[in-house]
Structures are given as structure tokens and as C-alpha cells.
């Protein structure tokens, strides 16, 4: 733990000393820059979306929706969850200015300058599975877990850098609240420490209400490209309206729903749900869009039948749209997309489905739209 608290003193230089595109986290000792987070592709727009919307593509929330930590009334850091290290926890946050900046911050159940106090505990990690979340504390020398209804009796606080102007930026403390979980949703709320107001973390800007997050155990999904790593020290955070939490809801959850064991048909069906639930066709390609917008219908079915209510008929879908696989559509029947615009890129093309079109290993989910006469 004596590493994550060095962490906090020294923050705000190493944060200041990182470029855009680098990764800093706080293990093993104070925070240092590192590699790229990875390759996540580019496409036509800087930023993976042609839209002003800084959240965008519809991984983490309801395309339009915000899901961001914000600073004087602008989004500024994205959480896509947790990493729970041999020093401690870790949160995952996206920079909205550099896209492909990630960085990982220590989170500690007390604020930096102080000590953590024997009637909290020291926070050493967040646990979830498909049955169960809790938070882990080591109080007076033992081992405790929190779930329920007492997690809501605790705050979770950590330090993110903000622009103010000129070039410079200083941290942030920032102070955040699960709430007590309800049907397996959080209503996740933080705030800038000193001030009085709570905002929501996941906002929908349509009138219809702030949403609820949900957890992805093992996994962490990637905010641009929605590509899935299984790491079991992961939990993923993401708004009830997104992808992520979309695709669970709708039975494909990466694991045997009885068991609650990982399974590689379900995970592959998971992966390619995150890309068509989206209709980001040329993920695999390299641009990042989402050619749809929030509520545009669209039917679906899967291979194996997982969601009993779509079921896995293949012929019953009379206007194919696409075939998917984890990496974006395998084969597309421009005529039946979902949305007329935006016009697909230059440059990057499809093959066509066919007329009798047959699931692929790599493929196993289907969407198509309704009939020509009944659209």
C-alpha cells in the first residue's frame, strides 16, 4: 500500500510529464508513463466518431448519452472500470480531449492526505462474478467483504488531471459512490471533493432519466473499438444503455447462465453482439463509427439460440443486414442497413451476404430489419 500513497503525492507531475497515447499506472512504485494502450484503429474521424459528441460510438452508453467525468460543465474522463493490483485498486479512465490516452489511478477509500483510518479499512480490491460484487477491506489487521445494501455507506476517492487553461493542468480529487445495487444496477454518482453536488455518471440527455451501470466481470472492453481482453483481475463499468451491459440483457452474457462458467460460443456471440448492437461494420477495418443512431430498431438472431426470444433461425430474418463477428460485420447487404445514413466510407467495402446466406464459425450473430412493406 505504501506504493499507492506515493502514487498520490507524486500524481500530478507524472501526469503532467505524459503525451497523448500513453497509459500511466500506479504499480510497481509512483505513477510513470508507459506504452500505448494499444492499436484501436482510425477511419475517416480523429476521434472514431464524425459526431460532436465526445462520448460517442455506443460501447459504454446510448449513443448521444454522456457517461463522462465532467469539469466546469464539459466531459473530461471516461471510466470503463476497475484493476484490482497486488497495491491496490485501480480505475480506468479515457481522456475525451486524446482518445487513445488511457490511464489508470489509484482509488482509495480516504482522501490523499490522509491516513487510511482503522474505522473504514484500507481498500484492496472489487470482486465481481456473475453472481455476486463486493468490496474487499483489510480493517484491523482482518479481512472484510462489503456488499449489498453497506455499499453504499462508502466512497471511493482518486485524483484526475484537468486543463486549466494556458497549457497546465492540476489534479482533481474526485470522491465516488456506487449506491446500494439493485437487480444487479448501480446508481453510480460522484462529485468533485469540496463541492456539494452529486452528478450521475451515466446521463441521458433525451429527458428520459439518468441511467444505471452495470458490471462485466473479467473483462475489460475498450472504449473505441469495443474489442474485449479477459483479464480476471478486470471489472468493467458501463451504463445500462450501452453495448456492454445491451448485449448481457439481451442473454448473451459470456458465460453459462446455470453454472455462471466462462464459455467460448457465448464469449464469441458477446464480442460480436458489442459490434452489431452498434452496426459498426468496419471495425475490423480500422474506422471505429457506428452507423446507427440510439433507438433505430433492428432484429436479431444467434447461432445457438441463446436468447430464446429471437431464437436462431437464420431464414427468418427475410432482410438480412450483416453478418457479425468480433471484429465488426464478415458480410453486409447494404440495402438492408438499418439507418440510410451516414453513407458508408470510401474505400472500405463488404462482401455481400447472398441470398442464402449460412452461420460461419466466425460469425454467429445475424441482424436484419423488417420487411421492405412493413418498414
Not at 484492496?124 to 477491506?137: I, Y
Request: hydrophobic share 35%.
Amino acid at each position: 500500500m505504501a506504493r499507492i500513497q506515493q502514487a498520490w503525492l507524486v500524481g500530478t507531475l507524472a501526469l503532467l510529464a505524459v503525451g497523448g497515447g500513453c497509459r500511466l499506472t500506479a504499480p510497481p512504485g509512483p505513477l510513470q508513463a508507459g506504452r500505448s494502450d494499444g492499436p484501436t484503429g482510425g477511419g475517416g474521424c480523429p476521434t472514431g466518431q464524425c459526431d460532436p459528441d465526445p462520448n460517442g460510438l455506443g460501447i459504454y452508453i446510448a449513443e448521444g448519452d454522456d457517461y463522462c467525468f465532467q469539469h466546469e460543465g464539459r466531459p473530461v474522463w471516461c471510466p470503463e472500470g476497475f484493476l484490482n493490483t497486488a497495491e491496490g485498486v485501480l480505475m480506468r479512465v479515457r481522456s475525451t480531449a486524446e482518445r487513445r490516452t488511457v490511464l489508470d489511478v489509484p482509488v482509495r477509500l480516504t482522501r490523499p492526505s490522509e491516513p487510511e483510518p482503522e474505522a473504514i479499512g484500507v481498500l484492496t480490491g472489487l470482486h465481481a462474478s456473475p453472481a455476486d460484487f463486493f468490496v474487499a477491506l483489510t480493517q484491523g489487521g482482518e479481512s472484510r467483504k462489503v456488499r449489498g445494501a453497506s455499499l453504499a455507506k462508502l466512497s471511493f476517492y482518486f485524483l484526475l488531471p484537468v486543463d486549466v487553461g494556458g497549457g497546465d493542468s492540476r489534479q482533481v480529487l474526485h470522491e465516488l459512490s456506487l449506491g446500494a445495487p439493485e437487480a444487479g444496477r448501480f446508481q453510480v454518482r460522484y462529485r468533485v471533493v469540496g463541492t456539494g453536488d452529486w452528478q450521475p455518471q451515466c446521463r441521458a440527455t433525451g429527458g428520459q432519466g439518468d441511467a444505471r451501470s452495470v458490471l462485466l466481470p473479467g473483462r475489460q472492453v475498450d472504449g473505441l473499438s469495443a474489442a474485449v481482453r479477459e483479464r480476471a483481475s478486470a471489472v468493467t463499468l458501463a451504463c445500462e444503455t450501452g453495448a456492454i451491459a445491451a448485449c448481457l440483457k439481451w442473454k448473451y452474457q459470456p458465460w453459462d447462465p446455470e453454472t455462471h462458467q466462462d464459455d467460448a460460443e457465448r464469449e464469441l456471440v458477446y464480442r460480436s453482439c458489442l459490434q452489431a448492437k452498434r452496426a459498426a461494420y468496419f471495425v475490423g477495418q480500422g474506422d471505429l463509427r457506428a452507423f446507427t443512431v440510439s433507438g433505430t430498431p433492428f432484429l436479431r438472431r444467434d447461432a445457438h439460440g441463446f436468447d430464446p426470444r429471437s431464437g436462431a433461425r437464420l431464414e427468418d430474418l427475410e432482410a438480412l443486414e450483416a453478418l457479425w463477428g468480433p471484429r465488426g460485420a464478415v458480410c453486409l447487404n447494404p440495402e438492408n442497413r438499418r439507418q440510410s445514413t451516414p453513407p458508408l466510407p470510401k474505400g472500405l467495402s463488404l462482401p455481400r451476404c447472398g441470398p442464402a446466406p449460412q452461420w460461419r464459425t466466425d460469425a454467429p450473430l445475424a441482424t436484419g430489419v423488417p420487411r421492405a412493406a412493413e418498414r
